[in-house]
Every structure is written in structure tokens, then in C-alpha cells.
């Protein structure tokens, strides 16, 4: 008798799907990802685009001239000749591999190296993760969660922690090495040593409301929001330099000019432009109605890039002229990336567009299915393009790669919610980004790391996502692509290197096993609340230094007495 019900409850899993736990499988670095969603209703994703936007994740790019040679006032630039222009070779005043949200003033979203493999080698677990890390010249990664600041070793452990509320926006790191944070709970910009030495404390008259800009001279530009909407300028001491009081709600973190003029959005749709020396506005333009909360972008020869919620992708000429405009079907509401030959890589929707620099006409399209315009383009020096994605329909994040000509080279899910965190690179072509996880209404989040190196994770080799198991043996896989387990089922643990491992973890409505030596196997075979069990397994690989690895398997395990 049990061995008839045991063969009707496999049938019925085989051939019924089962949708509350739909999971998407894994692509190799050479596979194309199947593109079968489509989106007909474009306000549902401008609208799910604005609520990214308001959450407080921004993306930006910036721009740099790679290779060039100088004659006086003349840069000659991939065969072209610019004339009476000075725009820095890649933010020169700093020798860090990523400064600054966008890699460097002009906010060009390009490194000047190589990317590595496609491996995900360590990830940090820490609280939510929605804003973009910075890299110092020895390869420290700095960023902040909801409630800290940290500093980490390329190797993922932990160098120094500052208590300093929750971090929205993007640090920068000045060209003595000195880290300028922006902490949204303490309504305030920190400054700090290398070594973690707090140096000085700034106060805000309310919460900043961008990501830290540096200028040449040293002044750090940050805003404040409600009640005064200040544009702040910060002495590299600790005192103001100057503040400025636009009117209006300052949206989207400052791109300089090569003269130091300050460039960015506001709420209402104005763009503002201000002289650097005291603040004053140089010039401003309405876009249109709707917000501008992207961070404006800046071309070889001046132009600035900026794009507005009402579908809008401004090229401006430095005396506030429009260049030209482009109107695209979703919200071009996030900074653009700008390619060594001047092209324009812009996230709207679920699209990336590359575009011709002196027209605004599109070169290509390519359609990601999930949203990629909460993250702003990462540009290699070897062509690739990295993206962060939110997958629609469903909850998760994910990185994603293409190369220059807009054909799809790898993706990976990188989170079971979200993904609001841009990629970055550092020196040897480690690619870092951040994540947001959820645990039945528990958030937290994941600093990820991909590149070359030891590889301090895991992986759960048994049971296999959306198989059915009976009795701890595989029948193949489920059409719902759910892991449905009948009777009981052995979990298997590969741990990548046990070095630094200090014990892998296992939940399930509470910590059901801690193991410390190999084989690392814990058998599923007690009953868990209801029957059958719907529930998420959770593995979590606990490492020396602070690095931990999670794994999550979503079950539906029928239990037999």
C-alpha cells in the first residue's frame, strides 16, 4: 500500500506543475539566455523603474580619454582632434581602479583594465546592499549597508567596520587615500583614514541625497535634502567651502566639468549647472515635469548626458544648448556609460542601447528581460559590459555580461530579491556588486565578488534544483522546475576550500545541523510544521575573517512515518 501512494504522489509532481517556488536555471558563460518574457504594458515598468529610482539606488557613469596625446590645448583621440578642450585622462588625480560611483569625475562607467573569469569566488554577508562599493589603489573595496561602513581585503575578509547608520549612497576616495562617506542615518559625511581613524565628521542639515563627488582640488560635493535642498561643498578639512540652495530637491550626484563646473538633476525636471568657485548657477533647463535623478554623464568633447522620467535622453553642449534629444518607450532615468570610441550604453527598462555620440541614434538594442536600468553599465577595457538585473515577474537579481556589440555572453542569479547595487571593477579584474536577499521578511544582503582566486564557497550537490526525490533517489526533474522530496533526502555539501572554514550551517525554521568536519551531509527526514512542507532550506558556509556563502534550496517535502 505505501509503495502505490508513494508512485501517485511522484506521478502527480511529474506531471502537475508546481509554481510556488519557480526557480530559474543557471546559463554557462557561452549560452544565450532565453529571452521568452515580453513586456506589453510599458507603464508597469516605468512605474516599477520609478520605484527603484525613489528607493535610492542610483546608477551613474562617467567618462575618460584612454591613450591620448596632448599639443597644447589639442587631444587627439582615437583619430579624432578635439580643440580647446582639457578633460583629464581618466580621472587622473587618483590612481584608485574605482574612485568614485562611475569610476571618475566625468562619471564614464569605463575601467582601464582587463576583466577576469566569470567566477563567483567570495561573498560577504552583511545587511542589505543598495548601494555601489570603491576601490583604493592597494584593492580595498569599501561600502556600507544598512547599518555600517566597511573595508575589505580582496581575499572577502573583513579589514575594518565603522558604526556609521545606514549607507545609501556611494563613498569616494580622495587622492591621499582619505574614504568620504555619506551615512543616511546619521545625516552626516564621515571622513576616514585607510586604517579606519575617523578624521572628521560633517553634519547635514537632513539626510544626503547623493553619492560623494570629488573635485581635482580636493572639494568633496555632496546634497541635503527637505527642508533646505542644498548643494554642500566640503573643504578637504571639514569645513564648507560653500552652499548653494538650488530651490529644489538635488536628485542625482554631481558629474564635473573639466573646469570644475558641477552638473546634476533635480525633482522638479530642472538640470542645474554651477560655477565650482562659490556655487552660483552658470545656467539651468527644464527637461520636462517628472524627476531627474540620474547622474549625469560627460563626453570626450564636453557634452553632458542626462537623462529624465518622462522617457527623455538629453546631450547638452557645456553652454546649456541641447544637442540633441532622444525619447526612448521606457525611462531613461539612470546615468549612461560612455565606450573608448565615444558610444553612449544607456539601461532604460529592460534595454541597453548603445548610441552614436553625435546624433543620438541608436547603434543597437539589447533587450536583458529583466530590468538593468537600476544599475548603471560597467565598460572593460577587454569590451565587455556589466550589468545588474532585476528579474521581472518573479524576485531576484542577477549579473549579467555582454560585449560591445550587444550580443549576451553570461548571466548569473545573484540574489532571491533584488539587485539596485552597480558593478565595479578593480586592478586585477575582479568585478564587484552588491546584493539584497529575504528570508521569510528577514532582509539581508551579500557583498559578491567574481574573479580568479581561491574560491570561498559552496555548493549543494544534492538535491538538485526542481528534481524529484524519493526516498533520498533522483527521478529526474519536476515541470514545475520545484525540488519536490517524498520520504527523506540526503543534502550534500561541496565545500570549494576548507581552509579558512569555520562550520557550514543548515536552516530550516530554525538551525538544524552545524557541521564542522567532512563529508558535510545532513539528511532531510523529520517533519517540519505541515505536511507537505513548503519551505526554503538554507546552507550557509561560515568563513574565517568574516566571508560567509549561502545557498538557498526551496523544498516541498512530503514526509513518511
Not at 198 to 213: G, T
Not at 349 to 373: D, Q, R
Not at 458 to 465: A, D, H, M, Y
Amino acid at each position: 500500500m505505501k509503495n502505490l501512494i508513494v508512485v501517485g504522489v511522484a506521478l502527480i509532481f511529474l506531471f502537475q506543475p508546481i509554481t510556488l517556488f519557480a526557480d530559474s536555471e543557471k546559463n554557462s558563460p557561452n549560452e544565450s539566455i532565453s529571452q521568452a518574457i515580453s513586456f506589453s504594458d510599458k507603464d508597469l515598468i516605468n512605474q516599477y523603474h520609478k520605484f527603484i529610482d525613489r528607493s535610492s539606488i542610483k546608477e551613474k557613469n562617467n567618462l575618460n580619454i584612454q591613450d591620448t596625446i596632448k599639443n597644447t590645448n589639442k587631444i587627439f583621440y582615437n583619430n579624432y582632434l578635439y580643440e580647446d578642450i582639457n578633460l583629464k585622462p581618466y580621472y587622473s588625480f587618483s590612481e584608485s581602479p574605482w574612485p568614485m560611483w562611475g569610476h571618475d569625475q566625468y562619471h564614464s562607467g569605463r575601467s582601464p583594465y582587463n576583466s577576469s573569469n566569470l567566477t563567483e569566488k567570495w561573498r560577504f554577508k552583511c545587511d542589505m546592499v543598495e548601494m555601489t562599493p570603491v576601490i583604493d589603489s592597494d584593492g580595498i573595496i569599501y561600502f556600507g549597508d544598512f547599518n555600517n561602513f566597511y573595508a575589505m581585503n580582496r581575499n572577502g575578509t573583513m579589514k575594518w567596520m565603522a558604526n556609521t547608520g545606514s549607507i545609501y549612497y556611494s563613498p569616494a576616495i580622495a587622492k591621499d587615500g582619505t574614504i568620504y562617506v555619506p551615512s543616511f542615518g546619521g545625516s552626516c559625511v564621515y571622513a576616514f583614514n585607510p586604517d579606519g581613524k575617523q578624521l572628521w565628521k560633517y553634519h547635514l542639515d537632513s539626510n544626503p541625497m547623493c553619492d560623494i563627488a570629488i573635485a581635482e582640488d580636493g572639494t568633496i560635493y555632496e546634497s541635503s535634502g527637505w527642508p533646505e535642498f542644498q548643494m554642500i561643498a566640503i573643504n578637504p578639512n571639514g569645513t564648507t567651502k560653500w552652499i548653494s540652495t538650488p530651490g529644489t530637491w538635488i536628485t542625482s550626484t554631481p558629474a564635473l566639468g573639466s573646469d570644475g563646473t558641477l552638473y546634476f538633476g533635480s525633482h522638479n525636471g530642472w538640470f542645474y549647472a554651477l560655477y565650482p568657485n562659490n556655487g552660483s548657477i552658470k545656467w539651468n533647463y527644464q527637461c520636462g515635469s517628472n524627476w531627474v535623478v540620474a547622474p549625469p554623464s560627460i563626453g570626450t568633447d564636453g557634452t553632458i548626458y542626462i537623462g529624465d522620467w518622462d522617457c527623455h535622453f538629453y546631450a547638452f553642449n557645456p553652454d546649456g544648448t541641447v544637442k540633441w534629444l532622444q525619447t526612448f518607450e521606457y525611462s531613461a532615468s539612470h546615468s549612461a556609460s560612455i565606450g573608448e570610441d565615444g558610444t553612449i550604453y544607456l539601461a532604460a527598462g529592460p534595454n541597453l542601447y548603445a548610441l552614436y555620440p553625435n546624433n543620438g541614434k541608436i547603434k543597437w538594442t539589447y533587450h536583458a528581460v529583466s530590468i538593468i536600468s537600476a544599475c548603471s553599465p560597467l565598460i572593460t577595457k577587454d569590451g565587455r559590459i556589466f550589468l545588474g538585473g532585476n528579474i521581472p515577474q518573479e524576485m531576484g537579481g542577477e549579473l549579467i555580461v555582454v560585449n560591445l556589440n550587444g550580443r549576451e555572453l553570461w548571466r548569473e542569479k545573484i540574489s532571491n530579491l533584488h539587485c539596485y547595487s552597480s558593478p565595479v571593477m578593480s586592478n586585477d579584474g575582479t568585478v564587484y556588486i552588491g546584493s539584497t536577499w529575504n528570508n521569510h521578511g528577514n532582509w539581508f544582503g551579500y557583498l559578491h565578488a567574481f574573479g580568479s582566486g581561491t574560491q570561498t564557497k559552496i555548493e549543494v550537490l544534492k538535491p538538485k534544483q526542481g528534481h524529484l526525490y524519493l526516498f533520498n533517489r533522483n527521478f529526474g526533474r519536476t515541470l514545475s522546475k520545484n525540488t519536490v522530496i517524498v520520504g527523506s533526502v540526503d543534502f550534500e555539501i561541496k565545500v570549494y576550500d576548507t581552509s579558512d572554514l569555520v562550520n557550514v550551517s543548515i536552516y530550516l525554521q530554525g538551525l538544524r545541523a552545524c557541521l564542522t568536519s567532512p563529508p558535510y551531509t545532513w539528511k532531510l527526514n523529520q517533519e517540519y510544521g505541515q505536511n507537505p512542507m513548503k519551505d526554503n532550506v538554507w546552507i550557509t558556509a561560515y568563513f574565517k575573517g568574516g566571508s560567509s556563502w549561502t545557498e538557498m534550496v526551496p523544498v516541498v517535502y512530503y514526509h513518511f512515518l
